[in-house]
């Protein structure tokens, strides 16, 4: 079966603070890869996707990045973190049918404080 | 914006069955009804998603009004832990990269 795993859990940085998250999908091959981001009392934002080792498409422009290095890996990251990236990150990954996506499982989730 | 609208709160006691309604009266007809939940702290957890017929596995069943304009999940016996915020989301097509999430239900099982 498949599993998605991401961490750390829980991260406080300083403002100004560089972010690595990273994420990893075992169980299946060329999944799609995604990164969300749940504001305190609010919904959840879709920030970056990738159909495949390279491919990373922006959902909306911040002050974060994502990296797919590997097939099953997703990092999302920051050179300077501002107090408005605090938030509930969220990996999540999809079969990947021929560029098409499926039903979208999500992991445990990262919490980000920025003090 | 998300194309659904749920009651912000509803409560059921433990061991009944929990209906849980949402409207999606613009629904396109290659879009697909998705349930998710969220327990507090915690990622979302797909429940159920249907497209034209009604839905059944081993966690919930998904009713779909024949005009496809509303839908209602059903938790056949709800239990303490089913207590979460749960989402109905309609998805632009099932190559979609995005799920739009909107405030959805808040379930709370009482004992």
């Known amino acids: 079966s498949q599993t998605i795993h991401q961490w750390p859990a829980t991260l406080v940085q300083p403002v100004g603070s560089p972010l690595s998250l990273e994420c990893t999908v075992e169980?299946?091959?060329?999944?799609?890869l995604y990164w969300y981001r749940q504001a305190a009392g609010r919904g959840l934002q879709l920030l970056f996707y990738?159909?495949?080792?390279?491919?990373i498409s922006s959902e909306v422009p911040q002050n974060l990045s994502a990296s797919r290095p590997q097939d099953r890996q997703f990092i999302l990251s920051s050179k300077k973190l501002l107090l408005s990236d605090s938030g509930f990150y969220l990996c999540?990954?999809?079969?990947?049918?021929?560029?098409?996506?499926?039903?979208?499982?999500f992991g445990e989730g990262s919490w980000l404080t920025v003090v | 914006d998300a194309k659904t609208t749920q009651p912000p709160s509803m409560d059921c006691a433990e061991g009944r069955a929990a209906n849980l309604p949402c409207n999606h009266s613009t629904i396109s007809g290659n879009e697909y009804v998705y349930w998710y939940r969220q327990i507090h702290s915690q990622g979302p957890q797909y429940i159920i998603h249907g497209l034209k017929n009604n839905e059944t596995n081993e966690m919930a069943s998904l009713i779909i009004t024949e005009d496809r304009k509303s839908s209602t999940l059903i938790l056949p016996h709800a239990t303490l832990r089913d207590t979460a915020v749960y989402y109905c989301i309609v998805r632009p097509s099932r190559s979609s990269y995005k799920l739009i999430f909107g405030s959805g239900t808040r379930l709370l099982v009482r004992p």
């Open positions: 990738s159909v495949g080792i390279g491919q």
């Open positions: 169980g299946t091959s060329n999944p799609n």
């Open positions: 999540a990954w999809s079969v990947n049918l021929q560029g098409s996506g499926n039903t979208i499982y």
